[in-house]
């Protein structure tokens, strides 16, 4: 199956800062990029969807000023959790899908811990 | 609106036992269907994946999966489980638009 690369695997940060998370495709050019958000011993929330070269659509309930979607080419999307609180602590994933593709490629996920 | 049901928070088999995970599903367009399994910390594994065609799915690591569309349904089972399939299992539903939503999850432990 085609690949999807997330980095970092893992970030501590202290409240307050930003952080950036990168979502890449590596083998397929990925026209839409999803991010989910898992708490501990829950399941996946969508937040966000993105298409390369336009605005992101977000979910009920995701705040667009604070979770920075960019899909600038087509095979990187990044989000930048900005001004992070304890709250924001929690396991991001990205997936990514191409026209040609059945089905959204997962990455590996970023644990986002905010101190 | 799609939306997906896993019945069973929880479920411990011996090894060697039958696995069987239960997924309904609610979609108002044919439904593309996914099985996922995660480890801790890990990212997400597709162990199988119906969209269209033949409604028994057959994936990774013996685990197969049945369409039935008059019960909405999408069940899970391995024949014989193995120490190594106990993880977090999630059922999600899709369309042509790659977008998931999924199941609450279950929680699968294998007694020695």
């Known amino acids: 199956g085609a690949v999807v690369s997330q980095h970092p695997s893992r970030v501590i940060c202290k409240s307050g800062t930003s952080v950036k998370i990168e979502c890449r495709s590596l083998d397929f050019q990925a026209t839409t990029m999803f991010w989910y958000r898992q708490f ?3 399941s996946l929330m969508l937040m966000a969807t993105s298409n390369e070269g336009s605005k992101a659509t977000y979910e009920q309930g995701v705040e667009k000023d604070k979770f920075l979607i960019n899909h600038a080419s087509l095979t990187l999307s990044t989000l930048t959790v900005t001004s992070a609180h304890p709250e924001d602590s929690s396991f991001y994933i990205c997936s990514a899908a191409g026209h040609l593709n059945t089905e959204a490629f997962f990455g590996q996920g970023t644990r986002l811990t905010v101190v | 609106a ?3 049901t896993q019945l069973g928070s929880h479920v411990s088999v011996s090894e060697g036992a039958l696995v069987l995970l239960r997924c309904n599903y609610s979609s108002s367009v044919p439904p593309y269907l996914f099985w996922y399994v995660q480890y801790p910390n890990q990212g997400l594994q597709l162990l199988l994946k119906y969209t269209t065609g ?4 057959k994936g990774i690591n013996g685990f197969e999966a049945e369409f039935k569309k008059s019960e909405t349904s999408f069940h899970l089972t391995k024949p014989s489980a193995h120490m190594s399939d106990a993880a977090e299992y999630f059922c999600a539903v899709g369309s042509n638009d790659y977008k ?3 199941g609450a999850g279950t929680t699968v432990t294998v007694r020695a």
């Open chain 1, 40 to 42: 501990p011993k829950q």
């Open chain 2, 2 to 4: 799609q939306s997906v």
């Open chain 2, 54 to 57: 033949a409604t028994l799915v």
């Open chain 2, 100 to 102: 998931l939503s999924f």
